[in-house]
């Protein structure tokens, strides 16, 4: 199983912003999709945003115009930035990726690698 790795989250407060990081442990270009989602505690897993080989990008609409999802193929990285983070967005936020591309912000399901997460805590 490839690993991934998240960094970057933390406590901010609503307004601010955060970069999360998800380093891969193989080419990121060889994914049919990388994205990220979140879980709330007693909140069902949502899908944030996911990127496909091609760079085509899918947003959940609760993140769209805020949240901007991207990566660098030569460093074998997948961004996440967070802008205008509300209170909602507390979660913990996992980076996922398979070969099958995505049709939407749902690239964890199905055969999926999940990294271990990081915590975003953002303030009113």
């Known amino acids: 199983q490839p690993q991934l790795v998240e960094s970057g989250g933390g406590s901010v407060q609503a307004g601010g912003s955060l970069r999360l990081t998800c380093v891969a442990s193989?080419?990121?270009?060889?994914?049919?999709?990388m994205g990220w989602f979140r879980q709330a505690p007693g909140k069902e897993r949502e899908g944030v945003a996911a990127?496909?080989?091609?760079?085509?990008?899918n947003y959940a609409d609760s993140v769209k115009g805020r949240f901007t999802i991207s990566k660098d193929d030569a460093k074998n990285t997948l961004y996440l930035l967070m802008n205008s983070l509300k209170p909602e967005d507390t979660a913990m936020y996992y980076c996922?990726?398979?070969?099958?591309?995505?049709?939407?912000?749902?690239?964890?399901?199905?055969?999926?690698?999940w990294g271990q997460g990081t915590q975003v805590t953002v303030s009113s």
């Open positions: 193989k080419f990121t270009y060889s994914y049919g999709c």
């Open positions: 990127i496909d080989s091609d760079g085509s990008t």
């Open positions: 996922a990726a398979r070969a099958d591309t995505a049709y939407d912000a749902d690239c964890y399901s199905g055969s999926a690698s």
